[in-house]
């Protein structure tokens, strides 16, 4: 191309070019106020990783006291924004015993409870087993006879689709029998468990169960993908005034943050236990924001369960101000 043909043809391109930004700025010098003919990208929401449930225990008074009935658990737990249930087994005790846990009487609970999740659109997660016998009992028969138990546990968590039961370690306060006695029985348990595709876990819930460094060592001596825990992030007390597990002052309390913190890497399930709140809505002896940066760290994904277990509020009320406060700082 010729010299000058070449400085006229790129002339007119650059007229060209001149005009083209002309026009676009004419373009985007809209009057104040009306609409931009380029879509707004709307920002993207980024739904939490962890999703809450509802330990029925946050409502036992409301069972006991005042007369609910227990199956209204899953209406309730829709109603204040929750998206999965934690059950209670004792909560159904008295009309479990009328019938000796019969066969028929487990499959009236499983149904009811299956009915009314369904019903409101609510998945069915673990059952916490209480009262159902020593799994960690130092006489290996009656360690037995506590396993054999909770078989019937366990089909009802399989039939209503829920991934754990959660169970207790009872037994003695000895540190080397309790390891012992609590890897026998949640052995055999965990081994009946798993061909029912069942997790058996555990909550630290009292005397040796409540140090954490006990219970991590007694899941690592387990070593089953169906064995694991349940962290709360209260219940670390490891010594009571009269020596019992539960009611008495405590006089002597493991480190929660440590003890959440050691029970993770086994999680299956997570506790957000509360007792009272600040004028703030702060939890008053708990940090849940130092206690969901635990979780989060462990790389934790399932659901975490509000129980509420103080004085104060109503237990709606401390549900609500539960949930709240974990909504305030999960994600963060």
Request: glycine share 8%; hydrophobic share 40%.
């Amino acid at each position: 191309m010729k010299r000058k043909n070449f400085i006229r043809n790129a002339a007119q391109v650059g007229i060209a070019l001149l005009l083209l930004g002309t026009y676009a700025c004419k373009q985007n010098q809209k009057k104040e106020g009306e609409a931009s003919d380029v879509a707004q990208v709307e920002p993207e929401v980024v739904e939490p990783t962890l999703k809450l449930s509802l330990a029925q225990w946050s409502i036992h008074k409301m069972i006991w006291e005042e007369g609910l009935d227990p199956y209204q658990f899953a209406a309730k737990a829709k109603g204040w924004g929750f998206e999965g249930l934690e059950y209670v087994s004792g909560l159904y005790y008295q009309e479990l015993e009328k019938d000796n846990f019969s066969e028929a009487a487990m499959k009236s609970f499983v149904d009811k409870s299956n009915a009314e999740a369904e019903k409101h659109g609510m998945k069915n997660l673990l059952i916490m087993i209480d009262g159902q016998g020593a799994i960690a009992a130092e006489d290996a028969e009656e360690r037995k006879a506590a396993v054999e138990n909770h078989y019937k546990w366990v089909d009802a968590a399989a039939a209503m689709g829920c991934h754990s039961i959660r169970v207790n370690l009872q037994g003695s306060m000895d540190p080397e029998t309790w390891v012992e006695a609590s890897v026998d029985g949640l052995t055999q348990l965990s081994t009946y468990a798993k061909d029912k595709n069942v997790n058996v876990i555990v909550e630290n819930h009292g005397g040796p169960s409540s140090n954490a460094e006990w219970l991590a060592n007694v899941m690592k001596k387990v070593n089953m993908d169906n064995c694991g825990t349940l962290p709360d992030f209260g219940n670390f007390c490891v010594k009571r005034k009269d020596g019992s597990y539960y009611g008495s002052e405590c006089i002597e309390e493991y480190d929660k943050y440590k003890g959440v913190e050691e029970l993770m890497p086994f999680a299956k399930a997570v506790s957000a236990k509360s007792y009272n709140f600040d004028e703030e809505g702060n939890e008053t002896v708990i940090d849940f924001g130092k206690m969901i940066k635990i979780v989060d760290d462990a790389g934790y994904e399932g659901f975490i369960g509000v129980e509420y277990e103080g004085s104060e509020l109503s237990e709606e009320e401390g549900i609500l101000a539960t949930k709240d406060l974990l909504l305030k700082h999960i994600g963060a």
